[in-house]
Protein backbone atom coordinates (compact mmCIF):
# COMPACT_ATOMS: atom_id res chain seq x y z
CA UNK A 1 0.00 0.00 0.00
CA UNK A 2 2.75 2.10 1.08
CA UNK A 3 6.06 2.62 -0.85
CA UNK A 4 9.07 4.47 1.25
CA UNK A 5 11.82 2.96 -1.03
CA UNK A 6 14.94 5.04 -0.03
CA UNK A 7 13.31 7.15 3.05
CA UNK A 8 15.37 7.18 6.29
CA UNK A 9 12.45 7.44 9.38
CA UNK A 10 13.70 7.13 12.96
CA UNK A 11 11.21 5.63 15.40
CA UNK A 12 11.14 6.37 19.04
CA UNK A 13 10.21 3.39 21.64
CA UNK A 14 10.90 0.90 19.03
CA UNK A 15 11.52 -1.91 21.01
CA UNK A 16 7.95 -3.43 21.38
CA UNK A 17 4.49 -2.67 20.91
CA UNK A 18 3.35 -0.31 18.47
CA UNK A 19 7.21 0.97 17.86
CA UNK A 20 7.91 -2.63 17.16
CA UNK A 21 5.30 -2.92 14.31
CA UNK A 22 5.69 0.39 13.20
CA UNK A 23 9.49 -0.21 12.10
CA UNK A 24 8.36 -3.77 10.91
CA UNK A 25 6.42 -2.03 8.58
CA UNK A 26 7.97 0.58 7.27
CA UNK A 27 10.74 -2.18 6.72
CA UNK A 28 8.85 -3.90 4.44
CA UNK A 29 7.57 -0.44 2.84
CA UNK A 30 11.03 -0.16 1.81
CA UNK A 31 12.41 2.13 4.40
CA UNK A 32 15.60 2.13 5.88
CA UNK A 33 15.38 2.84 10.32
CA UNK A 34 17.11 4.46 12.63
CA UNK A 35 15.15 3.00 15.82
CA UNK A 36 15.64 3.77 19.45
CA UNK A 37 14.42 2.33 23.04
CA UNK A 38 15.89 2.02 26.31
CA UNK A 39 15.81 -1.91 25.85
CA UNK A 40 19.43 -2.41 24.18
CA UNK A 41 18.45 -6.47 23.52
CA UNK A 42 14.91 -5.61 22.53
CA UNK A 43 16.48 -3.53 20.03
CA UNK A 44 19.28 -5.80 18.31
CA UNK A 45 16.31 -8.11 17.63
CA UNK A 46 14.34 -5.75 15.83
CA UNK A 47 17.15 -4.38 14.12
CA UNK A 48 18.14 -8.41 13.08
CA UNK A 49 13.97 -8.59 12.22
CA UNK A 50 13.74 -5.57 9.94
CA UNK A 51 17.33 -6.21 8.20
CA UNK A 52 15.66 -10.08 6.99
CA UNK A 53 13.31 -8.04 5.45
CA UNK A 54 15.42 -6.01 3.58
CA UNK A 55 15.54 -2.31 5.42
CA UNK A 56 19.26 -0.49 6.04
CA UNK A 57 18.74 -0.28 10.48
CA UNK A 58 20.74 1.97 12.89
CA UNK A 59 19.95 0.64 16.31
CA UNK A 60 20.74 3.21 18.88
CA UNK A 61 19.55 2.29 22.68
CA UNK A 62 18.23 5.69 24.61
CA UNK A 63 16.53 7.61 26.85
CA UNK A 64 14.08 10.03 25.06
CA UNK A 65 14.11 11.93 28.44
CA UNK A 66 17.84 12.60 28.17
CA UNK A 67 18.73 15.59 25.88
CA UNK A 68 22.52 13.53 25.12
CA UNK A 69 20.76 10.97 24.10
CA UNK A 70 18.28 11.79 22.20
CA UNK A 71 21.52 14.19 20.66
CA UNK A 72 23.62 11.00 19.73
CA UNK A 73 20.89 8.95 18.48
CA UNK A 74 20.20 11.30 15.67
CA UNK A 75 24.27 12.11 15.06
CA UNK A 76 24.82 8.55 14.62
CA UNK A 77 22.08 7.83 12.83
CA UNK A 78 22.44 10.75 10.15
CA UNK A 79 26.57 9.34 10.17
CA UNK A 80 24.68 6.42 8.67
CA UNK A 81 21.82 7.39 6.57
CA UNK A 82 22.58 10.62 5.33
CA UNK A 83 19.49 12.43 6.90
CA UNK A 84 16.07 11.47 8.32
CA UNK A 85 12.96 11.96 5.88
CA UNK A 86 10.41 10.86 8.73
CA UNK A 87 10.15 10.81 12.53
CA UNK A 88 7.40 8.85 14.35
CA UNK A 89 7.27 9.97 17.52
CA UNK A 90 6.08 7.37 19.80
CA UNK A 91 7.63 6.34 22.81
CA UNK A 92 5.84 7.25 26.13
CA UNK A 93 4.83 5.74 29.17
CA UNK A 94 1.99 5.46 31.38
CA UNK A 95 1.02 5.33 35.16
CA UNK A 96 -2.10 2.34 35.31
CA UNK A 97 -2.55 2.48 39.29
CA UNK A 98 -5.41 5.17 39.15
CA UNK A 99 -4.18 7.79 41.58
CA UNK A 100 -6.64 10.49 41.69
CA UNK A 101 -4.72 14.02 41.03
CA UNK A 102 -5.12 15.46 44.58
CA UNK A 103 -3.14 12.05 45.56
CA UNK A 104 -0.88 12.01 42.56
CA UNK A 105 3.13 12.24 43.44
CA UNK A 106 5.27 14.77 41.50
CA UNK A 107 8.02 12.11 40.94
CA UNK A 108 5.70 9.87 38.35
CA UNK A 109 4.25 13.26 36.87
CA UNK A 110 7.26 14.43 36.15
CA UNK A 111 8.41 11.66 34.66
CA UNK A 112 5.83 11.06 32.20
CA UNK A 113 6.21 14.58 31.32
CA UNK A 114 9.78 13.72 30.36
CA UNK A 115 8.68 10.93 28.44
CA UNK A 116 6.13 11.36 26.57
CA UNK A 117 5.73 15.41 26.05
CA UNK A 118 9.53 16.48 26.78
CA UNK A 119 11.22 13.83 24.94
CA UNK A 120 8.73 14.25 22.18
CA UNK A 121 9.63 17.77 21.46
CA UNK A 122 13.73 17.41 21.91
CA UNK A 123 12.93 15.01 19.30
CA UNK A 124 10.75 17.26 16.87
CA UNK A 125 13.17 20.37 17.54
CA UNK A 126 16.50 18.35 16.47
CA UNK A 127 15.18 16.68 13.81
CA UNK A 128 13.16 19.51 12.93
CA UNK A 129 16.14 21.89 12.50
CA UNK A 130 17.58 19.06 10.03
CA UNK A 131 14.87 18.93 8.32
CA UNK A 132 14.03 22.32 7.63
CA UNK A 133 17.37 22.78 6.38
CA UNK A 134 16.44 20.34 3.52
CA UNK A 135 13.54 21.68 3.44
CA UNK A 136 11.89 18.42 3.49
CA UNK A 137 10.37 15.94 6.23
CA UNK A 138 7.21 14.73 7.97
CA UNK A 139 6.95 14.22 12.23
CA UNK A 140 4.13 12.27 13.13
CA UNK A 141 3.43 12.18 16.95
CA UNK A 142 1.55 9.47 18.66
CA UNK A 143 -0.77 10.70 20.91
CA UNK A 144 -4.20 9.08 22.25
CA UNK A 145 -7.68 9.79 22.96
CA UNK A 146 -7.18 10.92 25.89
CA UNK A 147 -5.67 13.89 25.06
CA UNK A 148 -8.68 15.80 23.40
CA UNK A 149 -10.62 15.90 26.86
CA UNK A 150 -11.13 15.11 30.63
CA UNK A 151 -11.56 11.28 31.89
CA UNK A 152 -12.89 9.71 35.30
CA UNK A 153 -9.64 7.17 34.88
CA UNK A 154 -7.47 9.07 37.23
CA UNK A 155 -4.49 9.33 34.44
CA UNK A 156 -3.32 12.78 35.35
CA UNK A 157 0.17 12.22 34.26
CA UNK A 158 -0.98 10.75 31.05
CA UNK A 159 -3.45 13.22 29.77
CA UNK A 160 -1.37 16.43 30.97
CA UNK A 161 1.13 15.17 28.52
CA UNK A 162 -0.43 14.07 25.51
CA UNK A 163 -2.41 17.07 25.75
CA UNK A 164 0.58 18.60 25.65
CA UNK A 165 2.03 17.08 22.59
CA UNK A 166 -1.37 17.16 20.46
CA UNK A 167 -0.89 20.86 20.84
CA UNK A 168 3.03 20.92 20.53
CA UNK A 169 1.68 19.46 17.03
CA UNK A 170 -0.88 21.93 16.13
CA UNK A 171 2.10 24.75 16.78
CA UNK A 172 4.54 22.66 15.05
CA UNK A 173 2.22 21.88 11.98
CA UNK A 174 1.28 26.05 11.28
CA UNK A 175 5.19 27.25 12.41
CA UNK A 176 6.51 24.86 10.00
CA UNK A 177 4.11 24.32 7.46
CA UNK A 178 5.63 26.91 4.87
CA UNK A 179 8.90 25.88 5.39
CA UNK A 180 8.27 21.38 4.13
CA UNK A 181 7.94 20.30 7.11
CA UNK A 182 5.26 18.66 7.61
CA UNK A 183 3.52 17.66 11.58
CA UNK A 184 0.67 15.45 12.74
CA UNK A 185 -0.80 13.25 15.38
CA UNK A 186 -2.23 9.98 15.25
CA UNK A 187 -4.57 9.47 18.81
CA UNK A 188 -5.60 5.43 18.84
CA UNK A 189 -8.09 4.58 21.27
CA UNK A 190 -7.69 1.33 22.97
CA UNK A 191 -5.13 -0.72 21.04
CA UNK A 192 -4.71 -4.55 21.43
CA UNK A 193 -1.08 -5.79 21.07
CA UNK A 194 -0.03 -9.31 20.99
CA UNK A 195 1.40 -8.36 24.34
CA UNK A 196 -1.74 -6.71 26.04
CA UNK A 197 -4.24 -9.10 24.96
CA UNK A 198 -3.67 -12.25 27.39
CA UNK A 199 -4.02 -9.44 30.41
CA UNK A 200 -7.14 -7.80 28.92
CA UNK A 201 -9.10 -11.22 28.15
CA UNK A 202 -7.76 -12.01 31.41
CA UNK A 203 -9.63 -9.55 33.38
CA UNK A 204 -12.37 -8.77 31.11
CA UNK A 205 -11.59 -5.46 30.09
CA UNK A 206 -11.37 -6.14 26.45
CA UNK A 207 -15.16 -6.89 26.22
CA UNK A 208 -15.81 -3.53 28.74
CA UNK A 209 -14.10 -1.46 26.55
CA UNK A 210 -15.38 -2.79 23.45
CA UNK A 211 -18.99 -2.42 25.21
CA UNK A 212 -18.55 1.18 25.53
CA UNK A 213 -16.69 1.51 21.80
CA UNK A 214 -19.16 2.84 19.02
CA UNK A 215 -17.75 0.37 16.78
CA UNK A 216 -18.16 -2.12 19.61
CA UNK A 217 -14.31 -3.92 19.58
CA UNK A 218 -11.31 -3.04 20.18
CA UNK A 219 -8.48 -1.37 17.75
CA UNK A 220 -5.64 -3.58 16.09
CA UNK A 221 -2.25 -2.46 15.97
CA UNK A 222 -2.44 -2.73 11.91
CA UNK A 223 -5.30 0.33 11.96
CA UNK A 224 -2.66 2.34 13.95
CA UNK A 225 -0.07 1.64 11.44
CA UNK A 226 -2.10 2.72 8.59
CA UNK A 227 -2.92 5.75 9.92
CA UNK A 228 0.78 6.65 10.68
CA UNK A 229 2.00 5.56 7.14
CA UNK A 230 -0.42 7.81 5.37
CA UNK A 231 0.66 10.87 7.55
CA UNK A 232 4.25 10.16 7.11
CA UNK A 233 3.62 9.73 3.17
CA UNK A 234 3.81 12.24 0.49
CA UNK A 235 0.04 11.01 -0.04
CA UNK A 236 -0.87 13.20 2.62
CA UNK A 237 1.74 16.14 1.37
CA UNK A 238 -1.32 18.90 1.83
CA UNK A 239 -1.87 17.78 5.30
CA UNK A 240 -0.12 19.49 8.26
CA UNK A 241 -1.09 20.41 12.18
CA UNK A 242 -3.90 17.46 12.10
CA UNK A 243 -4.70 14.91 14.62
CA UNK A 244 -5.74 11.72 13.04
CA UNK A 245 -8.16 9.85 15.52
CA UNK A 246 -8.38 5.86 15.27
CA UNK A 247 -10.52 4.91 18.00
CA UNK A 248 -13.78 3.63 16.37
CA UNK A 249 -15.73 6.37 16.89
CA UNK A 250 -14.82 7.24 20.77
CA UNK A 251 -14.51 10.51 20.31
CA UNK A 252 -17.06 11.76 17.81
CA UNK A 253 -19.52 10.05 20.27
CA UNK A 254 -18.46 12.72 23.06
CA UNK A 255 -18.45 10.24 26.00
CA UNK A 256 -22.24 8.82 25.50
CA UNK A 257 -21.61 5.74 23.35
CA UNK A 258 -22.04 3.74 26.61
CA UNK A 259 -25.46 4.67 27.16
CA UNK A 260 -27.78 1.95 25.22
CA UNK A 261 -30.17 3.44 22.58
CA UNK A 262 -33.35 4.62 24.25
CA UNK A 263 -36.77 4.21 22.53
CA UNK A 264 -39.12 6.56 23.91
CA UNK A 265 -43.12 5.80 24.60
CA UNK A 266 -43.70 9.01 22.17
CA UNK A 267 -41.29 7.53 19.54
CA UNK A 268 -43.49 4.15 18.76
CA UNK A 269 -44.18 4.58 14.87
CA UNK A 270 -40.40 4.75 14.77
CA UNK A 271 -38.66 1.49 14.64
CA UNK A 272 -35.59 0.93 16.88
CA UNK A 273 -32.50 0.33 15.73
CA UNK A 274 -30.86 -2.66 17.35
CA UNK A 275 -27.85 -2.09 18.83
CA UNK A 276 -24.77 -4.48 20.01
CA UNK A 277 -24.68 -2.88 23.21
CA UNK A 278 -23.74 -5.36 26.20
CA UNK A 279 -23.79 -3.65 29.78
CA UNK A 280 -20.12 -6.21 31.03
CA UNK A 281 -17.85 -5.11 33.49
CA UNK A 282 -14.38 -6.31 33.74
CA UNK A 283 -13.34 -8.29 36.77
CA UNK A 284 -14.05 -6.74 40.00
CA UNK A 285 -9.68 -6.73 41.19
CA UNK A 286 -8.74 -5.73 37.97
CA UNK A 287 -6.20 -3.50 39.33
CA UNK A 288 -4.84 -6.33 41.76
CA UNK A 289 -4.63 -8.75 38.75
CA UNK A 290 -2.46 -6.04 36.90
CA UNK A 291 -0.36 -5.38 39.80
CA UNK A 292 0.48 -9.43 40.27
CA UNK A 293 0.87 -10.01 36.58
CA UNK A 294 -0.93 -11.84 34.14
CA UNK A 295 -0.25 -15.25 32.07
CA UNK A 296 1.09 -13.62 29.10
CA UNK A 297 2.66 -10.86 30.44
CA UNK A 298 6.54 -10.73 31.66
CA UNK A 299 6.47 -8.57 34.15
CA UNK A 300 4.14 -6.43 36.73
CA UNK A 301 2.93 -2.50 36.51
CA UNK A 302 6.24 -0.95 38.29
CA UNK A 303 8.50 -2.20 35.57
CA UNK A 304 6.54 -0.45 32.70
CA UNK A 305 8.37 0.03 29.73
CA UNK A 306 8.39 2.47 26.74
CA UNK A 307 5.58 2.15 24.51
CA UNK A 308 2.42 4.47 23.24
Not at 21 to 47: H, M, P, S, W, Y
Not at 107 to 136: H, K, P, Q, W
Request: one cysteine or more.
Amino acid sequence: MFDFSGKNVLITGASYGLGEQFAKDFAQAGANLIVTARGEEQLKELAKSCENIGSKVVAVPGDVSIEQDVNRVITEGIKELGHIDVLINNAGIADPRGVCPEQYDSETFNNILAVDLVGAFYYARECGRRMLERRSGSIVNICSIMASGGNENNVIGYTAAKGGLLNLTYQLGVEWADRGVRVNAVSPGFIVTEMTRPMLEAMGIDKWIASRTPMRRIGEVKEVTNAVMFLASDLASYITGVDLLVDGGTNASNGTFQIPPIHHEWNKDTPMVSSSYEPVQPRPDWYQALQEGIPGIHYPIENAKEDS
